[in-house]
């Protein structure tokens, strides 16, 4: 057998009944940051996001430094997913892990001097590394759990909340940055993701399977505080506001994406920005706010047809 095509977004190819020409479908994804302000009532459209990044990549994970200054993500720009670091008005993307290993989640610490991330290693396992702004003292922090990703530094900078697992199920570790590394709890409450630290207080919210939830460090049972079955929406990534009363959320309904907020005590959640443009939707998992502005990944996916011309040989 030939190769006739490189790459892995050939889709839905036919030959001619003659076998001399073969048409197939390229497919291309891309996502990048993009900004909106956070509105004070809405719900409102989303038509004045502005874009952060641009060009021919997928942008994972992103998180803001306090002021909004500075967004950290994770790319595939250079090939290999890495992580970047860049002026949230625009600019050249700085790299900042350098390795033959893929880098995702990275997150500022609260003073924005280090940064913390998950690499794949080549055994298969992920693992917890933190780093200076710049890229140098790298630290692996999570020696003592398997399959540990997507770190939240905590508001005094002095642990990480990651996602972990045991028996099969993800579940939330919290990692000491003070000292040798060393995993100081498991939080076995309820099953969950994309867990993000209070700016202010003790608490870690995060997606479940029935919504977003809120657990405290100190242990206890978690409060479902945005139920899907109540909003009638799917949720997916969440952020904190900077004085912690409430949580945004990216949520998905028949109606397509949104941005919804809640009060962190309780309450009732109500829609504040809906993406429209069937062409311009959320994607991937990047969602973060620094209070002004809702910073988030958003994507496309395009095809071309082509035709090839085949030689017998």
Known sequence: ????????????????????????????????????????????????TVPVTTGNQIVENIDVTKDGAWAVFASDLNGLTAVFKVRTTGGEPIQLAIDSVASYAPSWSP???????????????????????????RQLRSVDLDQALVPTWSPLGDSLAVQTALSGNAIIGVLSTNGPPKARRLLLDKSGDMVVWSPVGSELAYHSGDGIRVINV??????LVASNAADGTESFAVAWAPDGAALHYLAHGPNGYMIRTVPSAGGASRVLVRFEDPAHQPARYGFRTDGRRFFLTMGSQESDVWVMELERR
């Open 218 to 223: 100190a242990g206890g049972p978690s409060r």
């Open 111 to 137: 003073d924005g001097s280090r940064i913390a991330f998950h690499q794949i290693l080549r055994s298969g396992n992920r693992a917890i590394y933190t780093m200076n702004a710049d890229g140098t003292d």
């Open 1 to 48: 057998a030939d190769r006739v095509t490189a790459g892995l977004g050939s889709h839905s190819f036919s030959m001619a009944a003659d076998g001399t020409q073969l048409v197939y479908a390229q497919m291309r994804s891309t996502s990048n940051i993009w900004s909106l302000p956070v509105p004070k009532s809405g719900p409102v459209a989303a038509t004045n």
